[in-house]
């Protein structure tokens, strides 16, 4: 069964929409779309390239803090060693647990 279309000038009459008035019911034009979409690609884009500042800077923090507590492993004293293993324990358990989190993304 085909729907009949969806008559406006009845919805105005109803009075459970009360408010809703003929200058409230806006119909965009193509050109407002356009400028929509073109909006909301700009800033989808934006988002986006923050997102992967946000995660370079993440990586290169954490890789060179391992990388770090590494050095401290091999060149360190007992103590030192103890406090940079366990950094680095957690850092590995960390992005293990990243990856298995989102390999189904």
Partial sequence: MAEAPLNLQELLK?????????????????????????????????????????????LVMV???????IYVCVTGSVDDKKWAQTIVA???????TYAVGHRND
């Fill in 14 to 58: 109803d009075r459970k929409y009360g408010d809703l008035t003929e200058s409230t019911i806006h119909v965009e034009s193509t050109e407002e779309a356009a400028a929509r979409r073109l909006e909301a690609s700009a800033q989808a884009k934006h988002k986006r390239k923050e997102r992967l500042t946000i995660l370079w800077f993440a």
């Fill in 63 to 69: 890789f060179g803090f391992s990388a770090w507590c």
């Fill in 90 to 96: 957690s850092i590995c358990t960390g992005l293990l």
